[in-house]
Structure formats: C-alpha cells, structure tokens
T-cell receptor, first 111, second 113 residues
Framework: KQEVTQIPAALSVPEGENLVLNCSFT??????LQWFRQDPGKGLTSLLL?????REQTSGRLNASLDKSSGRSTLYIAASQPGDSATYLC??????????FGAGTILRVKS | EAQVTQNPRYLITVTGKKLTVTCSQN?????MSWYRQDPGLGLRQIYY???????DKGDVPEGYKVSRKEKRNFPLILESPSPNQTSLYFC????????????FGQGTRLTVV
C-alpha cells in the first residue's frame, strides 16, 4: 500500500526565504505526482503536475522535482511571501487517477 | 471557468436522516471521486467513478453510496448518517489516464449530531 511522508510537518519562516518541502513515497510505480496547496477550510489548488517521465516542473516561483526510483519529490519555493502560507500536499497518482495523500506540510510565512 | 462545484458547503444534520451532497464538473472529465478529510488522517478516498455508470469503492466506503448517471454529476449519498461521518468532504475530477491534473471542489463540511 502506497504511503506518503512529508517533511517537515510544519514550517515557519520570515518573508523572502527560499524553502524546500520534502515528500517521500513507498511505491515508485506511479503515473505522476501532483503538488497541491490547501488554504484553511478550503479546497485543494493544483500547483504542479510532474509526469512519471519528467524529472522536474516549474511554475513561477515554484519548482518541483521527482526522483521516481528513490521515491522522492521536492517542492522548492523561491522568495517566499505571506500569501504562500498554506498546507502543501504531495500526491502520487497510482493506477492512473488514484491519488494518495500524506499529512502535508503546514507553511507559515511571516511578514 | 473550469470548476468542480459542491453543494451544500456546510451542513448540520441529525443521526439517521438521509442526505445527499452534490458534485458537478464542467470539464467533461471521465473520472470523478469523493474524499473525506479528517485531522491526523489526511484525505482518504471514499468512492470513485471511471465513467458513466461505472463506480467502485475507495479506501473508506462504509456508510456511503454514489451514483453516476450523467458524466458531469457524481452525488454522494449518506443513507443513515452517523456522528463518525462528521468530516470535510471533497469531490475531485480529472480526465482518465493518470497524466492529467486533478481538480477539487471547495469542500462540504458535514456535522452529524
């Protein structure tokens, strides 16, 4: 059974810092991996989708890497802002469309 | 605008009173699913549907029913709600195949007293 671990569980940083959020998963046979953010009491917003054949994906200040063989993904956030405060979820997709969630990383960026 | 719409957003009900949470998507997605989110347990899949009239159990299906009569709609039915079904529920949709982005609704916060 696929298990997802995200480290750290929580992170509090001053505005402007570059951040690294880590994700590990136990079964490397995945179709893709998606990073989401969730604001308190709200839905999930997709940030980046990395297909299994890709090694990284970039969108603005966000960069996500994928090392399928070792079961790891990293989300890099450059020049963090208070608006980045949210819970970040790493989600490998197995069987095609089957998302498995970890507990997430709670990020707080202080102004 | 591409979106997944859930209704209601908030619901308080009593034990045993049947309820339905609706989910609709406007992206012509084949795949739809329901998740519940609980503190310390993360998001867990309840049911999913690969296409019209095709549904299957996820990881925590007990106490829930679903139907997929139309491609755009995927309602979640609680025939006899119990307090342990108090949770935050999310509907999601995506194209089939596994290499496409999943879209989530805004969530339904259900309280069963």
């Amino acid at each position: 059974k696929q298990e997802v671990t995200q480290i750290p569980a929580a992170l509090s940083v001053p505005e402007g810092e570059n951040l690294v959020l880590n994700c590990s998963f136990t079964d490397s046979a995945i179709y893709n991996l998606q990073w989401f953010r969730q604001d308190p009491g709200k839905g999930l917003t997709s940030l980046l989708l990395i297909q299994s054949s890709q090694r990284e994906q970039t969108s603005g200040r966000l960069n996500a890497s994928l090392d399928k063989s070792s079961g790891r993904s990293t989300l890099y956030i450059a020049a963090s802002q208070p608006g980045d405060s949210a819970t970040y979820l790493c989600t490998p997709d197995e069987y095609g469309n089957k998302l498995v969630f970890g507990a997430g990383t709670i990020l707080r960026v202080k102004s | 605008e591409a979106q997944v719409t859930q209704n209601p957003r908030y619901l308080i009900t009593v034990t045993g009173k049947k309820l339905t949470v609706t989910c609709s998507q406007n992206m012509n997605h084949e795949y739809m699913s329901w998740y519940r989110q609980d503190p310390g347990l993360g998001l867990r899949q309840i049911y999913y549907s690969m296409n019209v009239e095709v549904t299957d159990k996820g990881d925590v299906p007990e106490g829930y029913k679903v139907s997929r009569k139309e491609k755009r709609n995927f309602p979640l039915i609680l025939e006899s709600p119990s307090p342990n079904q108090t949770s935050l529920y999310f509907c999601a949709s995506s194209h089939r195949g596994g290499n496409t982005e999943a879209f989530f609704g805004q969530g339904t916060r259900l309280t069963v007293v």
